[in-house]
């Protein structure tokens, strides 16, 4: 699975983006997708993900803030991001991971994308 992220950039605080990841698969919609980042100096963490049922998990940080979302036909993942923060800074990164057994759950992420930067401005 090859993936590509689009549509960082650099941001004032308090405005929004929308970052894409296009799929290079045909069976898109069997996998796992989520966003994830590192800041300089950090851990990558999750930000936000879904399971192939659409199941959605957000980090504490971005619940009513971000959104997920993917479209199976253009099989691509977007990442809204609103109320964009300065901590929220940092190259975000999508992922792909497995269905489990039985199409239960996400194994490891091990698809990864080349990552955009995202840059808030107080």
């Known amino acids: 699975v090859q993936l590509v992220e689009s549509g960082g950039g650099s941001v004032q605080s308090g405005g929004s983006l929308r970052l894409s990841c296009a799929a290079s698969?045909?069976?898109?919609?069997?996998?796992?997708m989520g966003w994830f980042r590192q800041a300089p100096g950090k851990e990558r963490e999750g930000v936000a993900t879904?399971?192939?049922?659409?199941?959605?998990l957000y980090a504490d940080s971005v619940k009513g803030r971000f959104t997920i979302s993917k479209d199976n036909a253009k099989r691509t993942l977007y990442l809204q991001m609103n109320s964009l923060k300065s901590e929220d800074t940092a190259m975000y990164y999508c992922?792909?991971?497995?269905?489990?057994?039985?199409?239960?759950?996400?194994?490891?992420?091990?698809?990864w994308g080349q990552g955009t930067q995202v840059t808030v401005s107080s």
């Open positions: 879904m399971d192939s049922h659409g199941s959605t």
């Open positions: 992922a792909a991971a497995d269905r489990g057994q039985y199409g239960l759950g996400c194994l490891r992420y091990n698809y």
């Open positions: 698969t045909y069976t898109y919609s069997n996998y796992c």
